[in-house]
Nanobody
Framework: EVRLVESGGGLVQAGGSLRLSCAVS????????IGWFRQAPGKERVGVSC????????YYAPFMRSRFTISSDSAKNTVYLQISSLKPEDTAVYYC???????????????????WGQGTQVTVSS
């Protein structure tokens, strides 16, 4: 059974940083992609970044590249999302999700991700 568990969210002041973690289990190969998405109150869920576990290539949504860094640690079966220079508008529930099997071509299309974690709340105070 595929399982994704996020952690690392919390309340942080503007200008601070956070590292979110996504612990994954249940995959039978490394041919999958983990994506990070976020959903602010009253808004649609949007993609932030994704990473291919097999070759660690990464993709960022155009407006996310400067302050977000995605990485993976295969030994720990964990994918991270580092967020720096946090802004109040970064307040959202952050989800990790898996595209498996990987169809090729890194992207952040919600419909491609069939396995989701429960989300972790990030709140940025001004």
């Amino acid at each position: 059974e595929v399982r994704l568990v996020e952690s690392g969210g919390g309340l942080v002041q503007a200008g601070g940083s956070l590292r979110l973690s996504c612990a994954v289990s249940g995959f039978t190969s490394d041919l999958y992609v983990i994506g990070w998405f976020r959903q602010a109150p009253g808004k649609e869920r949007v993609g932030v970044s994704c990473i291919s576990i097999s070759d660690r290539s990464a993709y960022y949504a155009p407006f996310m590249r400067s302050r977000f860094t995605i990485s993976s640690d295969s030994a720990k079966n964990t994918v991270y999302l580092q967020i720096s220079s946090l802004k109040p508008e970064d307040t959202a529930v952050y989800y990790c999700a898996a595209e498996w099997p990987y169809s090729g071509g890194l992207a952040l299309n919600l419909a491609d991700y069939h396995y989701w974690g429960q989300g972790t709340q990030v709140t940025v105070s001004s």
